[in-house]
């Protein structure tokens, strides 16, 4: 690892936007560095889903720097925590760690993200979400379901404090119908090797699912929270071990078999036009500002 630790790029969002896949994709390039610990979450002050933060942060960055020590000097670093984008301190924070650092961003139609979410976490996630319908879930938890997708309004926060050729701005659409497109211009992006052969590449990541057995789920999801208890009492060389035994790829790979795909039923009408009208302004603003039409977001 380069002894002045520094990120030299990072990912903030958005939630149910495409960021597996871009993290996926870009830890097959052997000029790039991410962890195996998915979402560090060390600049926010909260957790995804409006859990409480380890607090990470407070802890320094030569805590933050364990998570890479087995990279190389050449690699470029990075990570990515789709938390990021929503709170303020956090590009400050980023700011102050490497005010030159990349910043990637995964968008996805704020409604179509909601309603993808909402599944996630009914389905995927344990049962995180209790709520027996997407409208029940919006009421109580509109930070998840309306805040996540105000992109404009958030964005704006890290385009005041970076500058604008630092921050690339990638569609779940294009990821969708044009994923070399997408790879090519963020290889180009992070300055390294553009003409590298991806695997995959059009194999989604985390799409819906439902879980075939829900106690094989909740004894993996036990396992999976095991890290950040470890953590907490200070005996974190222990998931290192852990991961270089590859037993968390082998558990990755359980939970995998235990999930099946499945389409989920189409929003319902009056729901999505009174979320058309909820993010239009959001949406036109950053039309104007990216200079990219939206309309197929707007339909």
């Known amino acids: 690892m380069k002894e002045d630790f520094k990120l030299d790029f990072i990912g903030i969002g958005a939630h149910k936007a495409g960021t597996t896949w871009v993290v996926n994709m870009l830890k097959q390039h052997p000029e790039i560095f991410i962890p195996n610990i998915k979402e560090i979450q ?26 890479f020590k087995f990279a190389n000097k050449k690699q470029k670093l990075g990570e990515f925590s789709v938390s990021y984008m929503n709170e303020q301190l956090v590009a400050e924070r980023i700011y102050k760690h490497n005010s030159n650092i990349k910043i990637i961003v995964v968008l996805r139609n704020p409604i179509d993200r909601a309603y993808s979410a909402y599944f996630y976490l009914k389905e995927q996630l344990n049962n995180s979400e209790k709520s027996k319908t997407f409208e029940e879930a919006i009421e109580k938890n509109p930070i998840e379901y309306l805040e996540r997708g105000k992109y404009y309004k958030y964005l704006s926060n890290y385009f005041s404090i970076f500058p604008k050729e630092n921050i690339k701005i ?29 695997k995959n590449i059009s194999k989604k990541s985390n799409s819906s699912k439902k879980r075939k057995n829900i106690f094989l789920s909740k004894i993996l999801s036990f396992l999976f929270k095991t890290p950040d208890f470890l953590e907490k009492i200070k ?33 319902d009408k009056n729901t999505k036009e009174k979320l058309k009208k909820y993010f239009i302004e959001d949406i036109e603003n950053l039309e104007k500002f990216l200079n990219r039409d939206l309309s197929h977001w707007k339909k």
Not at 243 to 257: A, P, Q, T, V, Y
């Open 42 to 67: 060390f600049f926010n002050d909260f957790s995804h889903f409006s859990k409480p933060s380890t607090k990470r942060y407070l802890k320094g960055n030569n805590y933050y720097k364990t998570f």
């Open 170 to 198: 990638l569609f779940f659409e294009d990821i969708k119908f044009k994923p070399e497109k997408v790879l090519k211009e963020l290889c180009i992006f992070l300055n390294i090797n553009n003409k590298f052969k991806f």
């Open 235 to 267: 005996l974190r060389f222990i998931t290192d071990f852990i991961g270089k035994l590859g037993i968390r790829k082998m558990l990755n790979k359980i939970r995998e078999k235990n999930l099946q795909e499945y389409t989920y039923p189409e929003i």
